[in-house]
């Protein structure tokens, strides 16, 4: 606890009058709103990040990202995050603190707490905590989609994946069109802008591409009771069809949304990049279908034994 | 996620109307009062316990016990909790999530979210949110203490470290008292209610015993720029005097408080076990005394290289 104390608590300057951020037995914030968003995620160094291919602030990043991404897929806003480091003698805990503090920055979501221990390999555990004080309008859960509403796709996917192709191969000598792929591997972005703009927009249900669409756009359906029936999947470019598909950690949002057009409107106003559709729900709950076939199953599984 | 969720959403009951749990991107909950406490804690096998010794639902127990006496140790009162879990192939899953939920049942802190993944160790992480909403006192600090506070323990000390032992030695053929140490090293007790009669009785500053008594005690005279002078150390019966300052996991609570008799009138109150009076603060911020010398500097320290 001392050393998260003196490497984390400098990074996000003093807390507002009335808080207790990292140093005491556990932190005390404002909480504003009636309602709370709660979501956990973890890294694991030689699970979900190679330390050959990418760096411990990249795998700490990614840890408060995926986090982050999760109350973003809510409709939510972060407020405050809670860091528990696991980490064997001899981890650069100042490089990987480095990616964390980076990464709560980039979301207004200072770190007010952390628990650090030794372990036998990197672990990186975030929790965060979410606000719906901008509106009006309740959370957006996976199971609200009815057949006929549009789905949508806040960007193009694949990107993380390529970047994870392109590294394996070296990751030396790209162009800027690969560099960029590589970022988006080593920085993925959690979308909460146009998580908000969905909710405020009418969206009826929401989740992040964080497994791979195949497998988080099945969630989304099998919540909600409805079958997909794609006509598209947006590719980005240097990546596979396969690796939009259950290649993960691209973050995008998938949307569903009886109104379209309102939606689409919404993130117009906030300035956002327009959604793609790539097709609707259906009234047949075991439809899966991409251009009239049957979607791959692809996508990360957890390997548990 | 999805295993988390079969194995732990069902040990809480449904949501209350309105509220999210476990199984979707975030969970969705109810924030009373404007104040919200935010603590974080790990455990992990081999560090924190040794599963020749104690059971993976013990090590789930003590990493929710941990992070809920954080809560407590503010004065606060635990709300819900989010559960990381990392784990090799194989592990008990159904045990490791039943001492988990013994323990948020135990505090009335429901598993609200959880991140399921695999690693080479069992590592537990587990995020709790508080509440100060049961009356207009603010959090109670380690860093309020003033010279001439009395100093008070909750309850004897070295009952954890003793149990420990006592399961060196085989752990067999133990007799009622002996049984009862084991049972406060594999199922410590966060002092939730403790905490809230000190918070309420006055207290100036608290620090729950986790790493040992020495080096709890040592946070809260430096947070506070105070000295300690301990006139005794209650030891639980079976345990030895070096137990009890080193030994820590016993999560009893100290507490410094201007007006001592207030605070105890306030635990009597509340049927709470009249608090022991355990020394005072003084002027000399070096002073670290025990019956007149100084303490030994024993206690847990993590040892990250």
Chains 1, 2 share one sequence.
Not at 119 to 140: F, H, K
Request: charged share 20%; net charge negative.
């Amino acid at each position: 606890v001392e050393r998260i104390r003196l490497a984390l608590a400098d990074r996000f300057g003093p807390p507002p009058p009335g808080e207790i951020w990292i140093g005491d037995d556990a932190a005390v914030v404002g909480c504003p709103g009636t309602k709370l968003v709660l979501s956990v995620d973890a890294a694991v160094a030689g699970v979900h990040a190679d330390l050959g291919r990418v760096s411990v602030a990249d795998l700490g990043w990614k840890a408060v990202a995926a986090a982050v991404s999760d109350i973003g897929a809510m409709g939510a806003r972060p407020l405050h995050a809670l860091v528990t480091l696991c980490v064997p003698p001899g981890t650069d805990l100042e490089l990987l603190n480095a990616g964390i503090a980076d990464a709560a920055l980039e979301w207004a979501c200072p770190v007010v707490g952390g628990d650090l221990t030794a372990a036998g390999q990197i672990m990186v555990s975030v929790a965060v905590t979410g606000t719906l004080d901008d509106g009006p309008w309740p959370a957006v859960t996976r199971s609200g989609a009815s057949p006929g509403d549009q789905l949508m796709l806040t960007g193009p996917l694949g990107a993380s994946a390529a970047g994870l192709r392109l590294l394996g191969h070296g990751g030396s000598g790209l162009d800027p069109a690969e560099d960029s792929l590589v970022r988006a591997h080593r920085r993925p972005r959690a979308r909460v802008a146009e998580g908000r703009a969905a909710r405020a927009g009418g969206a009826t249900a929401m989740i992040d591409v964080s497994d791979g669409l195949a497998i988080d756009l099945h969630r989304l359906a099998l919540a909600s009771g409805v079958g997909v029936d794609l006509h598209d999947v947006p590719v980005v470019p240097g990546a596979t069809e396969l690796e939009a598909l259950g290649g993960g950690e691209d973050y995008e949002l998938v949307v569903a949304a009886t109104d379209g057009p309102r939606l689409c409107q919404r993130f117009e106003q906030a300035g956002l990049r327009r959604p793609i559709v790539i097709g609707a729900c259906t009234d047949d709950p075991d439809q899966r279908d991409l251009r009239g076939r049957r979607m791959p199953a692809v996508g990360w599984r957890h390997n548990l034994g």
